[in-house]
């Protein structure tokens, strides 16, 4: 089986969440990416902000995020749960992780899908934000993203089925940690 290298640095940063989407999901390592920005300006198709990163070239911004390996057969649901051509263009990155030099490919947000006046829902931050802390990232990150103004989801059947997600990935953290 051919295996992919993804790097999640958004909603997809918890395994529980990736592996609903690629059943074949393992962690290799958390990622430290200087010089990049992550933004909640991808405009989603619910008119919220989701996340996405950009090249800042500023050393002081820093983007963490996981690196996954998956089987290549699960590439195609990603593709698809992730909007690849719909708002997000799939874009390799290169990063060092214990002393191997990994190119991942990733999701980043299409131009004309950044508004940077918009605000991600609050179950969506919250699950960066749960993805963060499950991977024990730099607790200044974890409380930068814990400041992103967020919105409520007026949506009441997506804003339950996410904040039961957050439940279990709450659930899970308690499991394993």
Same mark, same amino acid.
């Given at each position: 089986?051919?295996?992919?290298?993804?790097?999640?640095?958004?909603?997809?940063?918890?395994?529980?969440?990736?592996?609903?989407?690629?059943?074949?999901?393992?962690?290799?390592?958390?990622?430290?990416?200087?010089?990049?920005?992550?933004?909640?300006?991808?405009?989603?198709?619910?008119?919220?902000?989701?996340?996405?990163?950009?090249?800042?070239?500023?050393?002081? +911004?820093? /983007?963490? %995020?996981? *690196?996954?390996?998956? =089987?290549?057969?699960?590439?195609?649901?990603?593709?698809? $749960?992730?909007?690849?051509?719909?708002?997000?263009?799939?874009?390799?990155?290169?990063?060092?992780?214990?002393?191997?030099?990994?190119?991942?490919?990733?999701?980043?947000?299409?131009? +004309?899908? /950044?508004? %940077?006046? *918009?605000?991600?829902? =609050?179950?969506?931050?919250?699950?960066?934000?749960?993805? $963060?802390?499950?991977?024990?990232?730099?607790?200044?990150?974890?409380?930068?993203?814990?400041?992103?103004?967020?919105?409520?989801?007026?949506?009441?059947?997506?804003?339950?089925?996410?904040?039961?997600?957050?439940?279990?990935?709450?659930?899970?953290?308690?499991?394993?940690?």
């Amino acid at each position: 089986m051919i295996k992919l290298h993804y790097f999640a640095y958004g909603s997809n940063l918890h395994p529980l969440r990736l592996q609903e989407r690629v059943p074949s999901a393992a962690v290799i390592g958390v990622v430290k990416a200087p010089g990049r920005k992550l933004t909640f300006s991808k405009r989603s198709k619910d008119l919220s902000g989701k996340c996405s990163f950009y090249e800042s070239g500023n050393t002081d +911004d820093i /983007l963490y %995020g996981v *690196l996954y390996e998956f =089987d290549s057969v699960d590439k195609e649901k990603l593709d698809r $749960a992730e909007g690849k051509g719909n708002g997000y263009n799939e874009q390799l990155v290169s990063f060092e992780l214990n002393g191997q030099t990994y190119t991942p490919f990733t999701y980043v947000a299409q131009h +004309d899908y /950044l508004d %940077g006046s *918009l605000r991600p829902y =609050d179950w969506y931050k919250q699950l960066v934000v749960e993805g $963060a802390k499950y991977h024990s990232m730099p607790d200044e990150y974890i409380s930068w993203l814990e400041r992103i103004d967020a919105i409520p989801d007026s949506d009441v059947k997506r804003n339950s089925e996410n904040l039961a997600r957050l439940e279990s990935i709450r659930e899970f953290y308690k499991r394993v940690k």
